[in-house]
């Protein structure tokens, strides 16, 4: 081990071994001889001596003022910033995203920590008139408490700072539970908020198995408000366990995405969009493309682009700049996504493209699958309806609009959809039709902007929205305010 580091929790403000004195190998997946690194595996002891270091720090965090939070934030923004390519191809090297990618992730990460940091300067309430008229009444925020933050390992540092930065600015004290998969990148990301000064016990990381540090998150009674992205069947138990103890949560679970290109599309710009929002990090979106319903039409003509396209996608590791789409982020994953395919061919649908893992030898200790397009896919198959977080695409064809929209609304998720048609009012049917948290007009169903509220409808979400202005209504208390004279 002496030549790989290990890295330690972050609990009241020291790094700390876990107290079971155990660790995990982090693996490549562009390489599964390739030890990354060392995390902790921590226990539920870890956890509770995490949770009471933000208990403790709690009072005197929420006494500061914003924008003394807020100085704190933009101090861990330019830390990152400095990391920038240190940390993304850490990112890389532990999930296999390419390094453009993670490149571009990172940066996002610097944006959304400046974006909040400002926050903390803007109004947290209103003034409404009273019927009494000698009386002043208003409303005001206040933070939940200590909030549990239990995140995945497809954006290990987007998706930790969009739940971290407004929990802090709005006064909260955080634990913070990352995918054990890119547990790594978020110690990295630890460091940036470590060396910003943030006093001890404001924000805690403990590693671990999920089942164990998360589901210990979720039930433990000092943890006022917990939030979660992940699978559905995990974010389902979290819920439970939150609302079990009467804990605020908010759940982001996945999706299905449809895209619909209708007879009047561009082709060439919705090819281009399907394959961005299918492939791109290896299809491992919640807001991924998954399903492709084509109006008849055009339905040749668009598959035909679409191969073409693919057939040009460079499969390899993610740090090699001339790959396009890098592993699976696990071998976990790898095997999941392969099970689809099996399903995909054993429920009847036809395959165009892919299939199987990549078969080249000197990608052979890697977790890579090829691109896979399947046609003739019907809702009833599992291929179409459950997600699978892999580089699949399925074909469907339809005759109509409405006929779109009906499949395209026919699972259980509802998080990103899109359309692409010149039409105004196929536009407007889609807008309001679709049961979808984000609507994209002739644009790729991934792509989410951290200014604007984001998340899904269905079994997508809990309900509430995370980022923008959204955030404030997860990681505060309204108390309406009544003074007499
Ligand atoms: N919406 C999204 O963005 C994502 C969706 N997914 C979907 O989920 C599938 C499985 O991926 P997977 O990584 O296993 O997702 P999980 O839902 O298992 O993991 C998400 C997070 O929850 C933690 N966790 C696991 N068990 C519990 C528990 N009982 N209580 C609390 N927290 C827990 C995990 O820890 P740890 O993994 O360290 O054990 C991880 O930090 C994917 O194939 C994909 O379909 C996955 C990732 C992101
Ligand atoms: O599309 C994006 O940029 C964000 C997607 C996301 O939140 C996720 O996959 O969990």
Redesign the pocket.
């Known amino acids: 081990m002496s030549d790989i580091n290990t890295y330690l929790n972050l609990i009241n403000g020291r790094w700390q071994q876990a107290s079971s004195g155990e660790v995990e190998a982090s693996i490549d997946p562009a390489n599964r001889h390739e030890i990354v690194g060392y995390v902790q595996q921590s226990s539920l002891a870890d956890l509770n001596d995490a949770v009471g270091a933000a208990k403790a720090a709690k009072l005197s965090w929420r006494k500061l003022s914003g924008s003394a939070r807020g100085e704190y934030l933009f101090k861990a923004a330019d830390r990152l910033e400095r990391r920038l390519d240190e940390i993304a191809e850490m990112m890389t090297r532990e999930m296999g995203k390419t390094f453009p990618e993670a490149k571009g992730e990172t940066a996002r990460g610097v944006a959304i920590l400046r974006y909040y940091a400002g926050e903390g300067m803007r109004k947290t309430g209103d003034v409404i008139p009273s019927t009494d008229s000698t009386a002043l009444m208003f409303t005001t925020r206040v933070p939940l408490g200590v909030v549990g933050v ?6 290990p540092i987007a ?1 930790p700072i969009w739940k971290i930065a407004p929990a802090l600015i709005f006064g909260n004290t955080i634990v913070f ?5 890119t ?1 790594i990148t978020a110690a990295l990301v630890m460091e940036c908020f470590h060396e910003a000064g943030i006093p001890a016990g404001v924000i805690n990381m403990v ?12 039930d433990h009674p000092d943890v006022q408000g917990i939030s ?8 389902k ?2 819920g439970q ?1 939150a609302l079990a103890k009467g804990a605020k949560y908010q759940l ?4 299905k995405n449809p895209v619909i290109v209708l007879n009047d599309a561009d082709l060439d710009l919705a090819v281009e969009a399907t394959v961005s929002g299918g492939l791109r990090s290896t299809g ?4 991924a493309t998954s399903r492709v319903i084509v109006q008849s039409d055009v339905y040749e003509a668009f598959k035909s682009k679409l191969l073409t396209r693919i057939g040009q996608i460079r499969v390899g590791p993610g740090m090699d700049p001339s790959t396009w789409m890098g592993p699976c ?2 071998e ?2 790898y095997h ?2 392969l099970s689809y395919l099996a399903k995909g061919i054993e429920e009847g649908a036809t395959l165009l493209c892919g299939g199987s893992k990549v078969q080249d030898e000197a990608l052979d200790a890697g977790f890579y699958i090829e691109p896979t397009v399947f046609e003739n896919v019907t809702s009833a198959m599992t291929i179409a309806q ?5 580089p699949v695409l399925a074909l469907m064809k339809v005759d109509t609009c409405e006929e779109a929209i009906g499949i395209a609304n026919d699972v259980k998720f509802g ?1 990103s959809a899109s359309i692409f048609t010149r039409d105004i009012s196929n536009m407007l049917t889609f807008m309001g039709d679709i049961e979808a948290g984000l609507v994209r007009v002739n644009a790729e169903s991934a792509g989410v902007e951290l200014q604007a509220p984001f998340g899904g409808v269905k079994m ?1 979400s809990s309900g509430s929205r995370e980022q923008g202005q959204a955030a404030i209504e997860f990681y505060t208390d309204v108390k309406t305010v009544f003074i007499k004279s």
């Open positions: 239990i995140t995945p390992w497809n954006f998706i539970k990352p995918a054990q998969e547990a590693t671990g198995q999920g089942d164990v540090i998360g589901q210990g998150i979720a979660f992205t992940g699978s559905d069947r995990i974010g138990l979290v366990s982001e679970m996945g999706g491992q979106k919640c807001t982020a696990s976990k994953q999941t996504v459950e997600e699978i977080f892999g998080l997508s």
